[in-house]
């Protein structure tokens, strides 16, 4: 009678195991914990400064300098005559492109990118493409108040990249600073 009992324990005990290990993946997967069963949804925006979103340059846009309390005299030694506080300008960074090696095709890697830039808060910055003395850029976005910019989507196709190696660059600029960074990767693009 015990081992009959015993065996009975053990197969419950397991079954237990198992419905509880069921819902824990369950509550992993629908939480984002996990991607087992699932793709990773896309980072936006929002996962970075908590929903604000860059926006394109105008010409006032690059004098706003939103969430800076540094103090600095500009890059020319000069103060900027009395109107306030100079950020100082971070050298460009983030993922310049999501996807080192895309197709123009879309297969069977994807032709739609996804690029970040930060820096300092309220400086404008350039992604650019260079391949035998031609050079392609995004729009000019200026960084968020978390210091990003975004550009979501876009295809190889929408800034005119031809199949070929290209080099990235990253352009910031901010009260007559300016930033340089170049991506470790270049750009290969597959017909």
């Keep these: ?88 300008l971070l050298d460009p960074s983030g993922d310049f492109v999501s996807n080192h090696h895309p197709n123009l095709s879309g297969s069977p890697a994807p032709n739609t990118l996804t690029s970040v830039c930060t820096s300092t808060p309220g400086a404008e910055c350039k992604i650019e493409f260079t391949k035998d003395n031609v050079t392609k850029s995004l729009p000019s976005m200026t960084t968020d108040s978390g210091g990003s910019a975004y550009w979501n989507n876009w295809t190889l196709q929408s800034i005119g990249l031809a199949a070929g190696t290209w080099q990235i660059k990253a352009t910031v600029r901010l009260s007559g600073q300016t930033k340089t960074a170049s991506d470790a990767m270049d750009l290969v693009v597959s017909q």
């Design 1 to 88: 009678m015990k081992n009959k009992n015993h065996g009975k324990i053990s197969i419950r005990y397991l079954l237990g195991l198992v419905v509880l290990l069921i819902v824990a993946m369950a509550v992993l997967e629908l939480t984002n914990v996990t991607h087992f069963f699932h793709k990773r949804a896309p980072q936006t925006a929002s996962q970075y400064t908590k929903g604000e979103h860059g926006t394109k340059t105008s010409n006032s846009a690059t004098s706003s300098m939103a969430g800076s309390t540094s103090t600095n005299k500009a890059s020319d030694g000069k103060n900027n005559g009395g109107t306030g506080p100079v950020a100082i």
